[in-house]
Every structure is written in C-alpha cells, then in structure tokens.
C-alpha cells in the first residue's frame, strides 16, 4: 500500500513540472502581430488611416489617406472594390471613380502587420475648383542660377516668391524661351492642379535656360513679373557665369555670379 502512494506521488509531480514547462514555454513565445486593424481604433500608439473625410467623397474627388503609427515607411496600399491607387508611402491618393462603400487597407510590406478604413462615395461627381492664383501686389521673386557639375554649359534657375499661397503643393506658372541673343522667362502666376494640399507656402519653380551655353559669350536676360519687364545680362567667360542686373526689388538675384 506504501508503496502504491510512492508510485502516485511521483506521478502527479511528473504531471505538475510538466504543466510548468509548458506554462514556461508559452510565456516565453513573442505575441502574434495583430493581422486586421480598424481605423477607427483612435488609440495614439495603435496603427491606424486617416482620411479627411469617411463619407460624402464624391466621385473622382482626390482623397488623401495615411497611415499613423506605421511599423516601417514600406506600406502597400489596396481598396476593395478594386480601385486605382497612387502609392507614396505612408500615404496614398485614391479617386474612386463608382458610388458605394469601400474599404481601404495599408499593408505593412515587412511584417504585413494591416490596418483599413471603411469609406463611402456618393454618385455626385467632384469638380475640380480652380485654384490658379495672381500674385500678391508687392511680390518680389528671388532667383538662384546654378550650373550642372558634369556640364559647365548647363544653366537653370531656381526660383521662388516672398509671399506664401493658398496650397502646400503650389507652384510657379512659368514660361521660358529664346529669340537670337535674347533669353525671356514670363512668370505668370501660382497654379496648384487638381488636388490642394491645406495650407500655405511659398511658390516655387525650377526652370533650365539653356542647355548648351558656349564660351566666351552674352546673352540678354528678359524676364516678365506682374505687369513689369525686367532687364539684364548674362555673360560667359570659359565656364564662369556672370550675371549683370540692376534691379534689388521685383525681381532679385541672390547671387550674381558661377
């Protein structure tokens, strides 16, 4: 009988260290990563999309989605129903193009960690408004020439206003062309496109004046701004720019020469 109690025993402790390995184990093992995440978590530390608006988007409207809190900046972007999605990253534009309820999903491309939105378009269609601008009054432009390392031949210009526009996404409206010796640039406003992006800034824009510019040579610079023509030259000797105007308000050269 003694004997059958030691047996027992020895028994039940084999069965108590084993529930505790196994208790062990599963307090050791890494938590599953959640799979499916809604959007309407709002939890500050939670990954989740957020979109100016989840209902009333009207059709082909450009809508701005963006996931907060991503777990890396590599994140794929689906809807279903199917639509066509422009992909910047932890951001995405969509323009539905049908009436109904949609469901937006961000991916995380490493650890496929998702999160969504459920959306709703209605059957109106969007209009574009127009968001071109004048310029301010008292604008002024400031111009920064620069020339390409691989050719000395190259010269463009960077330009960009005083005053802030409606749009982060604004830009100059501007023109550029040659007649003999004689290059003419016409700044004709602030445009933005189809979608605006809130708030303010400066406008700026990029534009090349030639690509090919020889040595040893001068060349007249005209440049149109609010209503004003303004004059001046440029002048090459070997690969150095030099840039002759005689103006310090309207239009304003930050530096004058390369």
Wanted: charged share 20%; with cysteine; proline share 4%.
């Amino acid at each position: 009988m003694k004997r059958e109690k030691l047996v027992l025993l020895s028994i039940v402790m084999m069965l108590v260290q084993l529930v505790a390995c196994e208790r062990s184990k599963m307090d050791n093992e890494l938590p599953t990563p959640s799979s499916l995440r809604s959007g309407e978590d709002s939890s500050s530390s939670i990954t989740r999309i957020i979109t100016e608006k989840t209902i009333g988007i009207k059709q082909k409207e450009p809508t701005k989605f963006t996931v907060i809190n991503p777990v890396s900046q590599f994140v794929k972007w689906r809807v279903q129903p199917t639509e066509t999605v422009i992909n910047a990253g932890t951001y995405a534009m969509i323009y539905f193009q049908n009436p109904g309820k949609y469901r937006v999903f961000a991916i995380d491309s490493i650890s496929l960690d998702t999160t969504f939105i459920d959306v709703e378009v209605t059957g109106e269609v969007y209009v574009a408004p127009n968001y071109e601008q004048s310029f301010q009054e008292n604008e002024q432009l400031y111009i920064t020439p620069f020339s390409s390392p691989d050719s000395a031949n190259f010269l463009a210009f960077k330009t960009v206003t005083k005053g802030n526009y409606n749009c982060l996404n604004n830009q100059l409206i501007a023109s550029r062309n040659k007649t003999g010796d004689t290059y003419q640039l016409d700044f004709k406003g602030v445009s933005v496109g189809t979608y605006c992006q809130t708030g303010t800034a400066t406008s700026k824009a990029t534009t090349w004046i030639d690509h090919d510019v020889p040595e040893n040579v001068t060349n007249q610079l005209e440049i149109i701004f609010n209503g004003k023509t303004y004059k001046g030259t440029i002048k090459k000797t070997g690969i150095k720019f030099e840039f002759i105007w005689p103006y310090d308000s309207g239009i304003v050269f930050t530096t004058k020469s390369l």
